[in-house]
């Protein structure tokens, strides 16, 4: 007979209720996808050394997550976006960014692309870097991270249908980019 | 996904981590993990909750404080 697997809801209500190791099967299911989602946006050095600091902040938290979610990963990506804000503050404060850099992991972006794939996606890029913050958060939480906008909506802290709105905007705006890319692949 | 998004999930692709970065990561996790099953444990660490009272009847009762007890 084949073990039902729990959803990250009742582990992470289990270990909220005398099993707190139940925690380390969440964090293995997802520590991947967690760190990518730190690399993405702040480099994979700062993914090194914040990811710690996401699994202790949601296991002090987790007593607030709804286990009625089958999928914690919106939940972890918006304790790891409040991570990295923290870090690019302390960083900020250190004077070890400047202020634009600090909040824009897009130059990082394009620095890790082949040169042929950099020129090609600079374009892009520029377009991407060229939207509204809360639209990008949208868009590259769907993008990236593969969340439904529904998703995307509660990493942020969001209405649904703000989330969907926003989406729906940024992807308007890319729309004749990301055409002249296809082109240029034909 | 839809296919508009491929071309910007290219864009974000980073290397998977090395093994030890998860690793060090989840000695983070584990810390506060025993932290947390340490402070919960019955005082002398020997007993499962739920079967403490039946092997603890006969020599201290559960009415009677422990020396060891924080409370008593």
């Known amino acids: 007979m084949r073990r039902r697997v729990e959803t990250d809801g009742a582990l992470i209500e289990r270990s909220a209720r005398g099993r707190p190791d139940a925690f380390v099967e969440v964090v293995q299911r997802h520590e991947v996808a967690v760190y990518g989602f730190l690399a993405r946006r702040a480099g994979r050095q700062a993914a090194d050394d914040l990811l710690g600091e996401v699994w202790a902040r949601a296991f002090a938290g987790r007593a607030g997550f709804d286990p009625v979610h089958p ?17 690019w503050r302390a960083a900020r404060a250190a004077d070890q960014l400047p202020g634009r850099l600090a909040e824009d992991p897009w ?9 042929a794939a950099a020129a090609r996606a600079r374009e892009l890029v520029g377009a991407v870097r060229a939207l509204p913050a809360e639209e990008r958060e949208v868009l590259l939480l769907v993008a990236w991270e593969q969340l439904t906008p529904a ?25 004749p980019v990301l055409a ?7 | 996904m839809n296919e508009d ?43 499962a909750p ?23």
């Open chain 1, 180 to 186: 002249q890319t296809a082109g240029e692949d034909s």
């Open chain 2, 50 to 72: 739920g079967k403490a009272a039946a092997g603890q009847t006969a020599e201290t009762p559960i009415s009677q404080p422990r020396r060891d007890d924080p409370g008593a």
């Open chain 1, 151 to 175: 998703q995307a909506a509660a990493a942020l802290g969001i209405p649904q249908g703000t989330a969907r709105s926003r989406l729906h905007r940024a992807r308007a705006a890319l729309r």
């Open chain 2, 5 to 47: 998004m491929t071309e910007l999930a290219r864009l974000g692709w980073v290397d998977p981590p090395l093994p030890g970065v998860l690793d060090a990561a989840r000695e983070v996790l584990w810390s506060a993990v025993a932290a947390e099953m340490l402070a919960t444990a019955p005082p002398d660490g020997t007993r």
């Open chain 1, 107 to 115: 130059d990082d972006v394009i620095d890790r692309l082949d040169s």
């Open chain 1, 71 to 87: 999928d914690a990963r919106p939940w972890l990506y918006g304790i790891a976006r409040n991570v990295l804000r923290a870090h």
